[in-house]
């Protein structure tokens, strides 16, 4: 089991940047797939990008692509979620996961273990 902590949420104004950070202690973080995941008022949990152990291979949602990144430091057991050019529709609860899957997973019940969330808040 992996045990997640996110920070870094906050609230920004439309157009403005964040980057949100993901702990990770427990069982080998270097060798885990990591995700981030959002969710909004009302609205089910949506994936939002997706990382490699390496940090090779990345996978985003249509909705972020270009916007935000995905990275990983493994001697920190961390992994960033950077946004830029933030919208109002990026506000939600922001959550990491973490998966013993190789593969790019972009569905929840591809992870395993799960942060408590960080709220972001992008105001118009």
């Known amino acids: 089991q992996v045990q997640l902590v996110e920070s870094g949420g906050g609230l920004v104004q439309a157009g403005g940047s964040l980057r949100l950070s993901c702990a990770a202690s427990g069982r080998t973080f270097s060798t885990s797939t990591m995700g981030w995941f959002r969710q909004a008022p009302g609205k089910e949990r949506e994936f939002v990008a997706a990382?490699?152990?390496?940090?090779?291979?990345?996978y985003y949602a249509d909705s972020v692509k270009g916007r935000f990144t995905i990275s990983r430091d493994n001697v920190k057991n961390t992994v960033y979620l950077r946004m830029n050019a933030l919208k109002p529709d990026d506000t939600a609860v922001y959550y990491c996961?973490?998966?013993?899957?190789?593969?790019?997973?972009?569905?929840?019940?591809?992870?395993?273990?799960w942060g408590q969330g960080t709220q972001v808040t992008v105001s118009s």
């Open positions: 996961a973490a998966t013993y899957e190789a593969t790019l997973q972009y569905r929840t019940s591809g992870y395993n273990d």
């Open positions: 990382s490699s152990w390496s940090g090779g291979r990345t």
